[in-house]
């Protein structure tokens, strides 16, 4: 994550910024396990950001990321440089198909459902956060 100086962009922006990334990748790794839901021995994954998002961002909203040793950091999942590493991982489950796959389709749609949602969310917060720049910038016309 890219924490912009300059007082135009509000501190939050970086870490809307960041969410819009990590849910990408999450919605990859959704619609990775969708498209094997039929491919025989399939582990589903799941990926987990907003643990580490929440712990990356200080009280007061700004981003903490800079340190010059990565043992100087204090939350897991964010790297020397200030980027987020999500957790990756292979998904819990109870059922198992008689073909070794574990996807299980309905959770898989809810999920990609919401992370949408969430997705669209943020893009409308920093479209508006956008709208009102122009404003001030066009003098209020």
């Given at each position: 994550?890219?924490?912009?100086?300059?007082?135009?962009?509000?501190?939050?922006?970086?870490?809307?910024?960041?969410?819009?990334?990590?849910?990408?990748?999450?919605?990859?790794?959704?619609?990775?396990?969708?498209?094997?839901?039929?491919?025989?021995?399939?582990?589903?994954?799941?990926?987990?950001?907003?643990?580490?998002?929440?712990?990356?961002?200080?009280?007061?909203?700004?981003?903490?990321?800079?340190?010059?040793?990565?043992?100087?950091?204090k939350h897991p999942g964010v790297t020397v440089?200030?980027?987020?590493?999500?957790?990756?991982?292979?998904?819990?489950?109870?059922?198992?198909?008689?073909?070794?796959?574990?996807?299980?389709?309905?959770?898989?749609?809810?999920?990609?459902?919401?992370?949408?949602?969430?997705?669209?969310?943020?893009?409308?917060?920093?479209?508006?956060?956008?709208?009102?720049?122009?404003?001030?910038?066009?003098?209020?016309?």
């Amino acid at each position: 994550m890219k924490v912009v100086s300059n007082q135009v962009f509000a501190k939050t922006d970086g870490v809307l910024e960041e969410s819009l990334n990590q849910r990408l990748i999450k919605q990859n790794v959704i619609t990775s396990n969708i498209s094997n839901a039929q491919t025989p021995g399939y582990r589903a994954f799941g990926y987990e950001f907003e643990e580490q998002l929440r712990a990356a961002v200080g009280n007061d909203g700004q981003m903490q990321i800079r340190a010059s040793d990565e043992r100087h950091f204090k939350h897991p999942g964010v790297t020397v440089n200030g980027d987020l590493r999500g957790d990756l991982h292979v998904k819990p489950t109870e059922s198992i198909g008689n073909d070794g796959n574990t996807v299980d389709l309905d959770a898989e749609m809810a999920d990609l459902a919401w992370n949408q949602t969430l997705y669209r969310a943020t893009v409308e917060i920093l479209n508006r956060r956008l709208g009102m720049l122009r404003y001030g910038i066009n003098g209020g016309r």
